[in-house]
């Protein structure tokens, strides 16, 4: 009988892959390791990584990860279903009504809730805001990394803080929304705000144009970013990596096409495609997600029709049907996931979050390695990590 | 010509530069606190007990369903015991800690009785991390009428919900007690 | 995608009706996985979400109405009816397929016992599976063979036990608790003095 415990595999050089220090390289000076420690501007919240260099390029780089862990899952093991879902709030920090509404969904399908039509439209509402801000937050954090120290991110965060005043204004907190429920939405959209969101909707064309003007151009950017952090079509869909890095290397995967829910085949909208699978490509695809989050942000706003905002469901003493679910959408990080298995009781059996920055995190080693300290940011950058979903 | 994405940028900058003396849209700083920003309506931040006119009457039951559901689990409820043990509708302690609170609304959702709701306060730094973020009945207890002034759509609806189910049982009652003055009044039939 | 083909190739892999999912032996991984990336119908080249799962044993005892003949007089009775469900750990896999676009196919690969949970690792095969078999022996404690890496990534080194486990007894040393309720209350009680005034 073998008990698993914490020394594991038998020590061979390739096994204990994580200790091994390469002492000397090839022209036998000694190599450095550098942890990349959870105290630093630019990774993003804490997360380290071990980073061992030759000179200035990296040779082996391990992330650590777990200094944000708050065993989300096990507290909703114990909790109502209605009670973890202000905790999938704070998973993905920024975009709390995707995550909302991913959790809602595979609720709704454990318990065949039918949605109302106007709860589907203030929902793909939401979700098209959340992507903005995630989108434009993204590019002024990546072009802090890179140097530019502030000028882009607080032009995206001025942008940034508009919306939010119209998330406060529907939901009441800016960031930790907490607004869907099952069946629908908590609220309904207060007097005006449609027409106040059409506003900001259609100025921002106008923003991403000035965005667009002081960054695509750059010639900085373009050689700090064009070839670094390379990663191909083949070895991304091997490492389950989705979302915007996977559609970079030029594989059309996108889960609002490619697998809809909601009312998302209600919409045309292109899906942009990198060709070279780097930096540059991840950055430049973000700006074109959002021009195409904005046609469908109009095209809800006008034809939101009136009704109910929320299925007929009571929230106390909630039970569902027993089964298993995986619900996915198509965050702004990629696919969000939620994997429950309920047995008919007050809370669920199993509560799994399927995290895209976590996953997409399993190349970074691939991509980084060969390239210098500074570039190792970059790449961390245009990954788009939040940590509260790496760690849950 | 190469640096003409450069230059490009640098006009945006300096256009963004001019525009931050005259255009209010870029001009975006609030000079707190001589200036604060209004807060929205629908803005939350930590419940309070609503009390209709007497601050020893509130509307809480302490039936106890918002400690129950209180996700990260802040309130502490323990009811009015009177002389023979026998529990009184009211709560002699609502303690909620402010420093646990996550303003997330699911405890004004499930109180029955519209009892607990949202504030928008938002000054509360104290120098204690323990007893100073702990409030009790007293410091949470706010009258309707400041409901009524920071959420004043919520609470018309409320006031006439209330006002209605009000007028109900007071016709309810009526009408038992004339059925109840009608059946002492007529005299009982002679018994053969 | 028609479950029809992997169903008649593969005898020996079980149907778990309840959750529209296949039970795989372990010794079958190998040849399965390679089926489903490769056969032109299925093509599964993606592992989206691979998860862990603890089933404590369970025993329902359900009553059963029996209606019997004997000796030609019909007679009633109850009887118990008692299930058991035996106790183990088990992985879960979604494969998707991204150049066919088709839906989770669910892959369910269960350990021996709680004591005995090595499991083969499909790591190898897909490599997203990495960080969340690393995420599965941390928190379950299920032990991947094949995995280039399998060492613990949320708890720190040195930690014991496997927290997400159900019979898992967390430590008893709480920090001061303003507002504690049921059983951190008695904990409470414990290490302080009484915390209502």
């Given amino acids: 009988m073998i008990a698993p415990s914490d020394t594991l595999m038998p020590v061979t050089p390739e096994s204990r892959a994580y200790s091994v220090v390469p002492r000397e390289n090839a022209a036998g000076h000694q190599c450095l390791e550098v942890s990349l420690g959870p105290q630093h501007p630019s990774t993003h919240g804490v997360f380290r990584m071990d980073v061992v260099v030759d000179g200035e390029t990296v040779v082996k780089l391990k992330p650590v990860y777990g200094y944000l862990h708050r065993n989300h899952e096990k507290i909703a093991e114990n909790i109502s279903f209605i009670g973890s879902m202000p905790f999938t709030d704070r998973l993905d920090y920024f975009c709390s009504m995707t995550n909302n509404w991913a959790y809602a969904l595979a609720v709704e399908k454990l318990a065949e809730i039918k949605v109302p039509e106007r709860a589907e439209y203030i929902r793909v509402i939401m979700a098209e805001l959340t992507r903005l801000i995630n989108h434009t937050c993204l590019v002024g954090f990546l072009l802090n990394d890179l140097g530019a120290w502030g000028t882009p991110l607080l032009y995206a965060f001025r942008e940034r803080?508009?919306?939010?005043?119209?998330?406060?204004?529907?939901?009441?907190?800016?960031?930790?929304?907490?607004?869907?429920?099952?069946?629908?939405?908590?609220?309904?959209?207060?007097?005006?705000?449609?027409?106040?969101?059409?506003e900001i909707v259609n100025s921002y064309d106008r923003f991403l144009d000035e965005f667009?003007?002081?960054?695509?151009?750059?010639?900085?950017?373009?050689?700090?970013?064009?070839?670094?952090?390379?990663?191909?079509?083949?070895?991304?869909?091997?490492?389950?990596?989705?979302?915007?890095?996977?559609?970079a290397t030029g594989v059309?995967?996108?889960?609002?096409?490619?697998?809809?829910?909601?009312?998302?085949?209600?919409?045309?909208?292109?899906?942009?495609?990198?060709?070279?699978?780097?930096t540059y490509d991840r950055y430049y695809l973000r700006i074109l997600e959002m021009r195409e989050s904005i046609g469908i942000l109009k095209k809800a706003l006008a034809e939101?029709?009136?009704?109910?905002?929320?299925?007929?469901?009571?929230?106390?003493?909630?039970?569902?049907?027993?089964?298993?679910?995986?619900?996915?959408?198509?965050?702004?990080?990629?696919?969000?996931?939620?994997?429950?298995?309920?047995?008919?009781?007050?809370?669920?059996?199993?509560?799994?979050?399927?995290?895209?920055?976590?996953?997409?995190?399993?190349?970074?080693?691939?991509?980084?390695?060969?390239?210098?300290?500074a570039d190792v940011v970059i790449i961390l950058g245009s990954i788009d990590i939040v940590l509260g979903e790496v760690d849950r | 010509m190469f640096g003409k994405g450069l230059i490009q940028g640098l006009g945006v900058t300096a256009k963004n530069f001019i525009e931050s003396f005259s255009k209010p849209e870029r001009m975006t700083t609030v000079e707190y606190p001589e200036q604060k920003v209004q807060v929205q309506e629908n803005y939350r931040n930590f419940p309070f007990l609503v009390f209709d006119e007497d601050p020893a009457n509130p509307r809480c039951v302490a039936c106890k369903i918002c400690e129950k559901e209180c996700p990260p689990q802040c309130i502490y409820i323990e009811e009015v015991r009177d002389e023979k043990g026998k529990a009184v509708r009211r709560p002699a302690i609502f303690d909620i800690d402010y420093s646990v609170c996550m303003s997330c609304q699911i405890c004004v959702e499930a109180c029955p009785f519209d009892a607990i709701k949202m504030d928008q306060v938002y000054e509360l730094s104290t120098q204690d991390r323990f007893?100073?973020?702990?409030?009790?009945?007293?410091?949470?207890?706010?009258?309707?009428?400041?409901?009524?002034?920071?959420?004043?759509?919520?609470?018309?609806?409320?006031?006439?919900?209330?006002?209605?189910?009000?007028?109900?049982?007071?016709?309810?009652?009526?009408?038992?007690?004339?059925?109840?003055?009608?059946?002492?009044?007529?005299?009982?039939?002679?018994?053969a | 995608?028609?479950?029809?083909?992997?169903?008649?190739?593969?005898?020996?892999?079980?149907?778990?009706?309840?959750?529209?999912?296949?039970?795989?032996?372990?010794?079958?991984?190998?040849?399965?996985?390679?089926?489903?990336?490769?056969?032109?119908?299925?093509?599964?080249?993606?592992?989206?979400?691979?998860t862990a799962v603890d089933w404590l044993p369970e025993t329902n005892v359900t009553k059963r109405k029996v209606i019997e003949n004997i000796d030609g007089k019909v007679v009633e009775r109850i009887e118990e009816v008692i299930e058991e469900k035996p106790q183990f750990l088990e992985t879960v896999y979604h494969l998707v397929s991204v150049e066919k676009k088709h839906g989770p196919f669910v892959i369910r690969i269960?350990?021996?016992?709680?004591?005995?949970?090595?499991?083969?690792?499909?790591?190898?095969?897909?490599?997203?599976?990495?960080?969340?078999?690393?995420?599965?022996?941390?928190?379950?404690?299920?032990?991947?063979?094949?995995?280039?890496?399998?060492?613990?990534?949320?708890?720190?080194?040195?930690?014991?036990?496997?927290?997400?486990?159900?019979?898992?007894?967390?430590?008893?040393?709480?920090?001061?608790?303003?507002?504690?309720?049921?059983?951190?209350?008695?904990?409470?009680?414990?290490h302080y003095p009484s915390p209502t005034p």
């Fill in chain 1, 161 to 198: 803080e508009k919306m939010l005043d119209l998330l406060e204004a529907v939901s009441g907190a800016r960031l930790m929304c907490n607004y869907m429920r099952f069946g629908g939405a908590r609220c309904d959209l207060p007097q005006g705000w449609v027409s106040k969101a059409s």
């Fill in chain 1, 212 to 247: 667009e003007t002081l960054l695509t151009g750059n010639e900085i950017l373009i050689a700090r970013t064009q070839g670094v952090g390379v990663m191909t079509a083949a070895q991304a869909i091997n490492a389950s990596i989705t979302g915007p890095m996977l559609r």
């Fill in chain 1, 252 to 278: 059309d995967y996108d889960l609002r096409k490619a697998a809809p829910y909601g009312i998302y085949d209600r919409f045309s909208f292109r899906i942009p495609l990198g060709e070279h699978g780097d």
């Fill in chain 1, 304 to 373: 939101i029709p009136e009704g109910p905002f929320c299925a007929d469901v009571k929230i106390r003493s909630f039970k569902t049907k027993p089964g298993e679910v995986l619900s996915r959408i198509e965050a702004p990080k990629g696919e969000l996931g939620f994997y429950l298995i309920s047995n008919g009781g007050p809370s669920p059996y199993r509560y799994h979050v399927r995290p895209p920055s976590f996953i997409n995190l399993t190349l970074l080693e691939d991509m980084c390695l060969g390239s210098k300290i």
């Fill in chain 2, 131 to 191: 007893e100073g973020l702990l409030f009790h009945k007293e410091d949470i207890l706010k009258p309707n009428d400041y409901f009524g002034r920071i959420h004043p759509t919520d609470a018309k609806e409320i006031n006439l919900k209330l006002r209605e189910a009000a007028d109900k049982k007071k016709k309810a009652d009526e009408a038992k007690a004339k059925a109840a003055a009608a059946a002492a009044a007529t005299p009982k039939p002679p018994t």
């Fill in chain 3, 1 to 50: 995608m028609n479950p029809e083909i992997f169903i008649v190739r593969f005898p020996e892999v079980q149907y778990h009706r309840a959750s529209d999912s296949y039970i795989i032996p372990h010794k079958y991984v190998p040849e399965v996985v390679a089926f489903l990336k490769e056969h032109p119908d299925f093509r599964l080249d993606m592992c989206t979400c691979c």
């Fill in chain 3, 110 to 190: 269960r350990t021996k016992d709680r004591e005995d949970t090595r499991v083969p690792s499909l790591t190898p095969y897909y490599r997203g599976c990495e960080l969340q078999e690393r995420e599965g022996f941390d928190l379950f404690g299920i032990y991947y063979e094949g995995h280039p890496d399998l060492r613990r990534i949320f708890m720190w080194e040195g930690f014991k036990d496997f927290p997400m486990r159900k019979d898992y007894v967390e430590p008893d040393d709480y920090e001061y608790e303003p507002t504690p309720h049921d059983e951190v209350l008695q904990k409470a009680k414990r």
